[in-house]
């Protein structure tokens, strides 16, 4: 099939000199799942011409959207999608004043969840994600990661790997699994120190490898933080994950800073995500590898926290990605367009590194070259938004809904491996 979108205000990417670049009156040509030609109506060259398409003898749809904005499909490159059981008396609690180390001390928070989730039917599980996935394609999110890590039992995490990769069959959206190592579970830490050693051992040579083999995830994650894992832990982790060959990520910074982000940097890994607690020669080591510091805003709001050091970050050439973390717990939106307003409203990013930053950064941090831009050879996977400013999406709040167009037309696509 081929798709013809004319009269289109295109946003392409990044122009010279910092700024978003936009082709105004811009024709977009899809065939074979990826973008053929764009460039303004003017300069369309014959071969992708009204008249030539209908002699091409494929499928032609035309769509003539009428100035409005078109850029591609958003990137939400950290989520918690799949879980059982939401905490919303832990919302009412926070905002009476108990901390999220209270909250956790007294069975809540990531515990609670493990619990709910561990008791739930895969049925329950599937239909839930799908049914998320789908909200989130709905906000314009045409990728979307998806972390295990609410069960942490090595055959409780292959399982919900496994859900993912069913979901992924019937989602809208493309969904990109990821393997979290997201704490150590109530009941190792209760074994005391050889427990916990026995865990991550278990965690290594066990759980990675298989997942690896059976092409589950294409990255592992690991909470290195106070209350999660420790930098040591961490570290043994992320190299069995880059021995098994997977991309590593990690959630670094939250509430500490231990050395994760450094440690990332050493390990050339694709993002370190949150980064409310970073030190500038940390930032500095990732701007050199090009780790993907991934903001969430809602989450960090939630929780009262000051945010990410955004201009040390941006002095030391470090790039953006914003995503949701939607969670049950500390930020249960899958509104990547109400994100982009916060980190622009709240971290102070520029409109080009927020648009970005859900994106191109956004898809770099998930390993993923082939998508986040509007360029021939890029897949074509497009938004179609309400509006004809970049500026207009993230100033709405989340208020404003596109039309997505996928890469294999009104299909569901597959999960990538």
């Not at 066990?206 to 420790?230: K, M, N």
């Not at 082939?370 to 004809?388: E, I, K």
């Amino acid at each position: 099939m081929i798709r013809r979108i004319e009269g289109a205000r295109a946003l392409t990417g990044l122009a010279p000199g910092g700024q978003l670049e936009l082709i105004d009156d811009a024709v977009i040509v899809a065939q074979g799942g990826a973008i053929a030609w764009i460039g303004p109506q003017a300069a369309c060259p014959p071969a992708f011409q009204i008249e030539a398409l209908r002699g091409s003898g494929e499928v032609v749809e035309y769509i003539d959207v009428g100035g409005r904005l078109v850029t591609p499909a958003l990137v939400d490159c950290h989520t918690h999608a799949i879980f059982a059981g939401w905490r919303a008396e832990e919302f009412a609690r926070r905002t009476a004043g108990a901390s999220y180390a209270e909250i956790a001390a007294a069975g809540g928070g990531i515990a609670a969840t493990l619990r709910a989730t561990r008791q739930a039917s895969d049925e329950l599980l599937l239909a839930s994600l799908v049914a998320r996935a789908d909200h989130a394609w709905a906000g314009g999110v045409g990728t979307l990661e998806v972390k295990s890590g609410y069960d942490l039992s090595i055959a409780g995490e292959l399982r919900l790997l496994r859900i993912i990769a069913k979901a992924a069959a019937v989602a809208k959206p493309t969904l990109v699994p990821t393997l979290l190592a997201h704490i150590v579970p109530p009941e190792v830490v209760a074994g005391g120190a050889s427990a916990r050693e026995a865990y991550v051992a278990a965690f290594c040579n066990e759980l990675i490898p298989e997942v690896a083999r059976q092409r589950l995830a294409t990255s592992v994650d690991v909470y290195c933080d106070q209350g999660a894992f420790t930098c040591d832990e961490a570290q043994r982790i992320w190299r069995a994950a880059s021995d098994a060959g997977l991309g590593v990520r990690g959630h670094v910074g939250q509430f500490a800073e231990l050395g994760g982000a450094a440690l990332l940097a050493e390990l050339g890994a694709r993002s370190a995500d949150h980064l409310e607690h970073v030190d500038a020669s940390a930032a500095r080591a990732m701007a050199e590898r090009g780790v993907i510091a991934v903001m969430l805003p809602s989450a960090c709001i939630a929780l009262g926290q000051a945010p990410p050091p955004v201009a040390m970050l941006r002095d030391a050439g470090v790039k953006f990605a914003i995503a949701t973390d939607f969670n049950p717990g500390t930020s249960p939106t899958q509104s990547l367009s109400l994100n982009m307003w916060l980190a622009m409203s709240h971290f102070k990013l520029t409109l080009a590194e927020t648009w970005l930053g859900v994106t191109a950064h956004a898809a770099a941090a998930l390993g993923l070259a082939d998508r986040g831009t509007l360029a021939v050879g890029a897949r074509a996977d497009l938004a179609v938004w309400p509006c004809q400013s970049p500026e207009e999406v993230p100033y709405r709040c989340g208020d404003l809904k596109p039309t997505l167009y996928g890469h294999q037309g009104h299909s569901r696509p597959p999960i990538i491996h």
